[in-house]
């Protein structure tokens, strides 16, 4: 089965190019003026393609019906699944739970286990990601409010 997938081909494509610009070089068909221009080329592209990847890294984290709404609660102090499941009643609880524990993996949320003899778990924001994050929802909400049409 071939991985078609837009990383696959962009390895594929890099490969390609690197082979090429070998081969050119092993034949000797290009100068030195030439190899400096493809090489700042190159360099310049990746780069590019680096900071593509740090949006598309950042927008991943907060992707999610319910994620935004889940960290702008938890500005306000630690919360209860259960409390969220009331805020939220579009969301069913099995989905809040999932969005929960994958901000608690990607390091946004905080999960605090404070059973005694009734489970008690509360949600709460990392201070580094979690925070730096609602900086970022902050500002898609600037940009939405900016350009959105009633």
């Known amino acids: 089965?071939?991985?078609?997938?837009?990383?696959?081909?962009?390895?594929?494509?890099?490969?390609?190019r690197d082979w090429q610009s070998s081969k050119q070089v092993?034949?000797?068909?290009?100068?030195?003026?030439?190899?400096?221009?493809?090489?700042q080329k190159r360099l310049g592209s990746r780069?590019?393609?680096?900071?593509?990847c740090s949006a598309q890294f950042a927008m991943n984290l907060i992707?999610?019906?319910?994620k935004t709404r889940i960290l702008s609660r938890l500005q306000h102090g630690p919360t209860r699944l259960s409390e969220?499941?009331?805020l939220f009643p579009g969301a069913s609880k099995k989905m809040l739970a999932q969005?929960?524990?994958?901000?608690?993996?990607?390091?946004?949320?905080i999960r605090t286990d404070l059973s005694g003899?009734?489970?008690?778990?509360?949600?709460?924001?990392?201070n580094s990601l979690g925070l730096s994050a609602l900086s970022l929802i902050e500002i898609l909400t600037?940009?939405?409010?900016?350009?959105?049409?009633?």
């Open 99 to 109: 969005q929960l524990r994958e901000l608690e993996k990607d390091g946004l949320v």
């Open 63 to 66: 992707h999610g019906k319910w």
């Open 26 to 39: 092993d034949e000797g068909k290009t100068n030195s003026v030439n190899s400096k221009m493809e090489s």
């Open 84 to 86: 969220l499941n009331r």
């Open 117 to 126: 003899r009734v489970r008690h778990v509360e949600y709460s924001l990392s």
């Open 1 to 16: 089965m071939m991985d078609n997938s837009p990383e696959q081909a962009y390895r594929n494509s890099t490969t390609n």
């Open 47 to 52: 780069a590019q393609d680096a900071e593509e």
């Open 142 to 150: 600037e940009w939405g409010r900016k350009h959105l049409r009633y």
